[in-house]
């Protein structure tokens, strides 16, 4: 059965700090893997990681996969509180695409 | 405004009623995907259309819902005889599928179901 598993689960932190999320995946015929930001509304697309080893970096965001050990993570760094949000880590499978969600990080920045 | 809508974004209902909602995806992209989110938990896929064809159905999607894309553009989603346990966010997304590996899927607004 296909399983993500994100962690924390939840993270409370202070403006300026930096946190790093996890995401480990066990999907059949894996394509790639995105991230997504959701704040009280539907998701919005932050990265598609296809191989490993290769950083994106967006901004103050950063992410990066490892297939061997089938886990990825989300850097954040200088955190502002416009980052509180649930992150979601979501491989695609081939063929169809269709994402596997993980439960997902809540993030909470406080000033 | 270019990206998924859909709508209504809020339905409230009574146990046992039918309801549709209906997804508006990017224009030119040719799959459009139906995901489930309830409260504390991701999206759950349920099925999803490569233009008019739809081409998976999740084995947890039972046979009151029905999806339909019927002239490949927008697509509706209907569920019949609604139970409490149908309360949820219902998310909309699509893609446009082609030869590289950068099918990225971008998600409308959802439609927030509630059953009573």
């Keep these: ?111 | 405004d270019t990206g998924v809508s859909q709508n209504p974004r809020h339905k409230i209902t009574k146990r046992g009623q039918n309801v549709t909602f209906r997804c508006d995806p990017i224009s030119e992209h040719n799959r459009l995907y139906w995901y489930r989110q309830t409260l504390g938990q991701g999206p759950e896929f349920l099925t999803y259309f490569q233009n008019e064809a739809q081409l998976e159905k999740s084995r947890l999607l039972s046979d009151r819902f029905s999806a339909e894309r019927p002239k490949g553009s927008f697509s509706t989603l209907e569920i019949q005889r609604t139970e409490q346990g149908d309360s949820a966010m219902y998310l909309c997304a699509s893609s446009l599928v082609s030869y590289n590996p950068t099918d990225t899927q971008y998600f409308g607004p959802g439609t927030r179901l509630t059953v009573l």
Aim: glycine share 8%; net charge positive.
């Design chain 1, 1 to 111: 059965e296909d399983k993500v598993v994100q962690s924390p689960l939840s993270l409370v932190v202070h403006e300026g700090d930096t946190v790093t999320l996890n995401c480990s995946y066990e999907v059949t015929n894996f394509r790639s893997l995105l991230w997504y930001k959701q704040e009280k509304k539907a998701p919005t697309f932050l990265f598609m990681l296809t191989s490993s080893g290769i950083e994106k970096k967006s901004g103050r965001l950063s992410s990066i996969l490892d297939k061997k050990e089938l886990f990825s993570i989300l850097n954040i760094t200088a955190t502002q509180t416009g980052d509180s949000a649930i992150y979601l880590c979501a491989p695609a499978q081939g063929g169809s695409e269709k994402l596997v969600f993980g439960k997902g990080t809540k993030l909470t920045v406080n000033p």
